[in-house]
């Protein structure tokens, strides 16, 4: 046998496992043995070596010519592999064997060990489920041991009389005697046994004692020899060997068989022994000629380059090659081989036949910096790392790649630009072999359409003529043009705005609208002419009058008044609101919201008379002070009930009347006749049936109430009463038409809902409480955004969280709730603080309540550290004010296609009947990876990615 061969064979590992559990050994496929024992070594490999079961000891030597007989007492087999050629093309177990079909549960083990020439066939095939005898055990044992070098061929071996061993494996068994493998005192039989030694089938009791001994663990076995297993036959297991199998057991070599048995007496098969040889590799540190194991350097579809445990590149041709890895008993695809991971290989001729991989971990660390240049050699770039000037080598292997995962050279790198330096943990060197530009200033010029502003973070975003969109960040000192005039902020730019703009250095430093949907005015509103249309302002910071037309269509925003109109507006010389105007491109007021109004309110007036004829109404204070002030067609009232108007005041206005106003000089803005008083209760005498309240304006008033008061909370539609409302509460005290009692009471109070479905039309929203509950909305309630901007029914979108004011059981106010998406970042339990990084890359600490509800998958913890860093969330509070922080779904697949008239995102299916590959992403999905900004044209088919989805919609892909 040659010493090539000898070393191969040797690679393989004696171990107990899985499979039956039962053991495995693999020795020549035949059914006969050679008697010679003096061929050359060359010849051992075929394990075609056949004859009698002689004991004769005086064989004649081969000459080392392959055409010559092994022996003279040969029955007439040659010892050349002609005869039997041992198998050993690339490729699985399958293709080794014939009889070793794909997906046999051995195939592993079988295609390793023939890979490295320990397992032996015969025409082709493996035979894996005959038995092994005691002799094959002990050769297999040897050639695990790397002693079969000591192997004295030169001279016969004789054993005592009785002792029945094939000429073949005399020198294996001899050697085994000398090595401290078997015993004399147990293994010599007497003469005249009616049984061979060498062909006795091997028991498992018996191979469990070769193995233990091979793996040199006789001292533990010593030790344990008198500790009874937990096998249900273990009366059954030979004094001797319990020891062993103790061992075997505590280095989990066998788990035992069905029925928490041994079966100590039970055979081996070849696939059996050939499994637990070749599990056993983390029990020894022998190694064989074409078995390296190290670090994958370089990996394509037809070549890998390890660096080895020798310091050394190894290189490999890929075809036909088998992959695995550790945990694995079926074959994987190559693509689970990745570079810089740890790997085993057997090499066959330069070839990879077996890759296994031992440790999927990537040996690559990450170090961030700020490139500064690259040096003349073309082989030096330094970073500013840390505070720290640091400088790396690199050379032709080391990939450069960009912003989108695409190659490029480091001479295009620009100065400042962030990099990801990944330098390898496994040769001592620390070489560079991966940099990637994780962002990098910008400095252009560009055009497009704005389609979204953030005047806060002072960012925007742009479309340009190829449909791609981009968000841009505002320089502080950027100078913003229209039309020769220059802009005071981004907040005059709009939605839709056609602009140009120049970027130095990532931040844009001039921007000009180049035409615009709307531009803002502020001023001073002096006349209104409804007939023509005409509204006549003077702007903020002049003295001139300017005019402009009306649009057909104009929207009014008046702080207090849920649906205003023009005829809500107060023009004046001198007290006319001050308002802003949005104006179109054809110079129409398309829209006008009060920002400050020069009025006054009185509260807690009392009518002392009303002339019709003059629409003149006098009233006086709490200090009997007298005041006049004339209604007008423009006055809106409020009496609680029906329409009024000038003609009915006299009738509604009897002396001792109660009423609020708001005036603006002389002239009345609004009239209420006070029906109601809202605050928080102070107390409730039953005894004189009164109640004391402070009012939103602090005042602290008592009122007497009806006894049949009747009473209205949210969520309880009937059998309510006094007994219901609590000191404390915040309430509506509603008047009699009489105004001297309270005849109704309605607790305030609020709770969040989503939006259910919107009906712009009429202005109605239905909303959905957590319980599933439907609540309609009507025209009148007052829409608020989160900063209490009036909005419109049309403002919303089903889905939407908002936060709704009940007064009884009747919505009297519907505000947006807001809300905060991002990435945990880190968690600090002790403070009840979490840190975000939103969808514009920025980091957000954000401080829990003290009650807290954390929501994943429906399931509510109020412990912080059930979220995890890495999770997507959605932040906002409850209606309580309380923080509630959900867990958003995530998926991550290999990226397809997108289809972005219909907002769908492809990904790869996982198999033929994985339906789960189609998804809808709303039309500002962020799209990056890590820190930079990406667009959808920007992925690539394969492309891993995660996809963060909320309300069944993907609202975040991030590139991996």
Known sequence: MSKKFVTLFLSAVLVFGAAGSAYAAVTPANGNSSTSTTNSKDNSTSDANKGNTSNTNNNTSNTGNTNNTSNTGNTGNTGTTNGSS??????????????????????????????????????????????????EAVTMAIRYMNLEKDLDATSSVAFQSGFVVDNYFKPYVALAFSKGLLDKNEEMTPAGSKEAWGSKKASREWITKILVRALNKQAEAKVAMNKATTFADNSKISPSMLGYINVALDLKLTTGMEGNKFNPAGNVTRAQLATFFSRGDQHTNIKYDNVYQGVITSLSDSELSLYGEDGKIHNFTLKGTSYYTADSETSVPASTVQAYTKVKVIDTQGTAGYVEVIDSKIQLES?????????????????????????????????????????????????????????????GQKKVVLVQVKSAPVNKTGAGTVTSIDVAKQTFKVRDASNVEETLTLSPDAMLLYQDQRLKSLAEVKVNDVISYVVKNGQVTQLEVKQTSARTVRGTLINISTANKLVTYVKEGTSRPEVNLLADKVEVVVDGIKTPTIADLIADDTNGDVIEMTITPDDRISKIQVVGRKMEQLQELTVAGYNPKLQLLTVTNAKGKAFSFYATETTKFDFGTGNITLKDLEAQLPEKTKVNLTVLGDKILTLQKVYKYDGKLLSLDSWKQTLTLMTDAGQTITLPYDSSAVVFVYGKSSGTSLSDVKVGDIISAQLRTTQDKVGRISIKSQAQFEVYSVDASRNMLKIKSSTGYIEQVNDGVSLLDENGTALKASDFAPGQIVNVNFSGNVPELVRKVTLTYGKVESIDAANSKITLKDFSGQKKE?????????????????????????????????????????????????????????NEIYVQRASLSDNNYKFNFVTNVYVHKGDSLLNLQSLTDADQILLVFNNNQVIEIEKL
């Open 846 to 902: 954000m401080k829990l309540t003290a009650s807290y509800q954390i929501i994943r998958n429906q399931a509510i913890s109020t412990n912080i550290n059930s979220l995890s860093t890495s999770d997507r969330v959605e932040v906002r509070l409850d209606a309580d004010g309380n923080t509630v922080v959900r867990v958003l779904d995530t998926l991550s697949r290999k990226f397809a296609r997108y289809t972005a008239s219909a």
């Open 86 to 135: 041992t198998n050993t093309s690339i490729g699985s177990g399958s293709a080794l064997f014939s009889d070793v079909k794909s997906g046999f549960w051995a195939e592993k083990h079988i295609t390793k060990l023939a890979l490295e020439k320990i397992l032996l066939g015969n025409n082709g095939k493996f035979r894996p489920n005959d038995p092994v005898t005691q002799q």
């Open 367 to 427: 170090v961030e910096g700020k490139f500064q240049r690259l040096h003349s050699t073309g082989t030096k770039f330094t970073v500013l790392s840390n505070d720290d000037y640091v400088t790396y080598d690199f050379d032709a292997g080391t990939a450069f790649l960009d912003q989108n995962g695409k190659a490029m050279s480091a001479k295009d790198i620009a100065p400042d630009s962030t990099l990801d330096i990944k330098r390898e943990t496994f040769s």
